[in-house]
């Protein structure tokens, strides 16, 4: 009962940080879940529950999605999803699993960190930024669920206004997780406890993101992901300790 309870606040926490900046479900989730379910498991609820929250936003902001850049960077990421998907398949319920995402969550509360401090805008007229981004965040986002940073970094550079920016990136993630559930169903990864707690995390973030849109429109991003870095850092060192 405990356990429900404690993997219903995760995600529900998770799942109103993603709605209100666009990004942070995987990133705080992941941190968390491995504590009570296995790295493979963790990785496919997030991923599953990622495509409930993505959608909704997408349908939200439909108007502003750009179908020439999504193609770009989609190509790629789905090409790192198929690698992904062998990496999580034969490697997924390994310890050195949970302390690699240990390091990877560290890495992207520093790389967030440095790319706010140390803003810049490179050339998106080169092919090779997209392809980059696309395959390295589409292998990260297949394995441990937290590859969302890179796609955020691409579109905030890309769009100046919020609206197209959140749109473009959740449209991204609806496609990615998308296919990517399709190869593990395809490949009869689900089971029947998976589902109790998809069922248990679709209320969660489903509230989550409500609430969290509101806060998209109303307040400063600056605090939440300030507070989400901290507790995605702290989970990552957690896991590095103790894992």
Do not use: C
Not at 54 to 81: E, M, N, P, Q, Y
Not at 195 to 215: D, N, P, R
């Amino acid at each position: 009962m405990w356990e429900l309870i404690f993997v219903f606040a995760i995600l529900f926490v998770g799942s109103l940080i993603q709605g209100a900046s666009g990004f942070g479900f995987g990133l705080f989730s992941m941190g968390l879940l491995p504590m009570v379910l296995t790295f493979k498991n963790s990785t496919l609820l997030v991923l599953a529950l990622t495509l409930i929250i993505s959608f909704h936003v997408t349908v939200k902001f439909r108007k502003h999605i750009r179908g020439k850049d999504l193609l770009s960077i989609l190509s790629f990421a789905l090409a790192g999803r198929i690698l992904s998907f062998f990496i999580l398949t034969f490697y997924g319920e390994t310890e050195i699993m949970r302390k690699l995402l240990g390091l990877v969550l560290i890495g992207m509360v520093i790389y967030l960190y440095m790319s706010e401090k140390n803003a810049y805008a490179p050339s998106f007229e080169k092919p090779i930024f997209p392809m980059l981004i696309g395959l390295i965040g589409g292998i990260i986002g297949g394995i441990f669920a937290v590859g969302g940073p890179f796609f955020v970094f691409y579109f905030l550079m890309r769009y100046k206004e919020k609206e197209s920016y959140n749109a473009n990136l959740q449209a991204a993630f609806v496609i990615m997780n998308s296919f990517t559930i399709v190869l593990h169903g395809i490949h009869g990864d689900f089971t029947d406890s998976f589902v109790l707690y998809f069922l248990l995390g679709a209320v969660a973030v489903l509230a989550g993101v409500h609430i969290g849109l509101k806060w998209f429109e109303r307040l400063p991003h600056t605090r939440i992901k300030t507070l989400a870095s901290f507790i995605v850092f702290a989970a990552g060192v957690n896991l590095l300790a103790f894992s």
